[in-house]
């Protein structure tokens, strides 16, 4: 049975927050979440890179002078990748680095990465997350008085809220995410967890 402390806006702790692990994962595995993680940050490569081959660069492709009778080195056309100016021998092209897991591999790891955080005592479940108004200062305070305020955070509500959203996203250490967007990579990437009583709720719901 896992126990995490269950905290007010205000940092005050008004109860326990008690759960079965089996409700989000059988265990840890830490090559499949490896092999999320890696697979979350190919997906984030741009691969735009390009330079010119031989085929591309200007100038003609006919041979400079005949092949034997100048006393010269024999020479091709002024393209050839040795020559200044000439195209590259191994010219990079656009590359899409992106691919994709099983789906049921992704959740599964999703669920890991999240048991793991309140197994490392790196989890704070908040009673409730009231925003009336996007004010940078309310997170900024709620972050100050639950003691995270120092280290990189992970913000996680039930459904998408704007208000929310507007007054966390000028905190450089702040990461806003709904349940229907949390995934492994966000979630250990971040060093600290805080989710709502709704969102872990919802989540512990799904299978």
Same mark, same amino acid.
């Given at each position: 049975?896992?126990?995490?402390? !269950? ?10 927050? *008690?759960?079965? @692990? ?5 265990? !840890?595995?830490?090559? #499949? #979440? ?5 697979? $979350?940050?190919?997906? &984030? %490569? ?18 400079? $002078? ?10 091709g056309n002024r393209r050839t990748p040795v020559r200044r100016g000439g195209g590259h021998a191994f010219a990079k092209v656009p590359k899409?680095?992106?691919? &994709? =897991? ?8 999703? %669920?890991? /990465?999240? #048991? ?7 989890? !704070?479940?908040? *009673? ?5 108004? @996007?004010?940078? &200062?309310?997170?900024?305070?709620? =972050?100050? /008085? =639950? ?10 509500? /039930? ?6 959203? %507007?007054?966390? &996203?000028? !905190? @450089?250490?702040?990461?806003?995410? @709904?349940? /229907? *967007? #949390?995934?492994?990579?966000d979630l250990l990437h971040q060093k600290r967890l805080v989710i709502t009583r709704e969102a872990i709720d919802q989540l512990r719901a799904?299978?």
């Amino acid at each position: 049975m896992i126990s995490a402390p !269950i905290r007010d806006m205000s940092g005050k702790e008004v109860g326990t927050y *008690d759960f079965d @692990p089996a409700d989000l994962a059988p265990g !840890i595995n830490k090559q #499949l #979440l490896h092999d999320v993680v890696v697979m $979350y940050e190919s997906n &984030r %490569r741009v691969g735009t890179v390009k330079t010119k081959s031989r085929a591309v660069v200007a100038g003609s492709k006919k041979k400079m $002078y005949r092949q034997k009778g100048t006393g010269r080195a024999r020479a091709g056309n002024r393209r050839t990748p040795v020559r200044r100016g000439g195209g590259h021998a191994f010219a990079k092209v656009p590359k899409d680095w992106s691919y &994709r =897991l099983p789906k049921k591999a992704i959740r599964l790891a999703t %669920r890991m /990465a999240l #048991l793991s955080k309140f197994q490392d005592g790196e989890a !704070i479940v908040v *009673d409730q997350l009231a925003v009336s108004e @996007p004010k940078t &200062r309310t997170i900024t305070a709620m =972050l100050k /008085a =639950l003691g995270v305020n120092q280290q990189s955070c992970l913000l996680t509500i /039930a459904v998408a809220n704007s208000e929310v959203w %507007r007054s966390a &996203r000028n !905190i @450089p250490t702040v990461q806003v995410s @709904p349940c /229907a *967007d #949390l995934n492994a990579y966000d979630l250990l990437h971040q060093k600290r967890l805080v989710i709502t009583r709704e969102a872990i709720d919802q989540l512990r719901a799904k299978e």
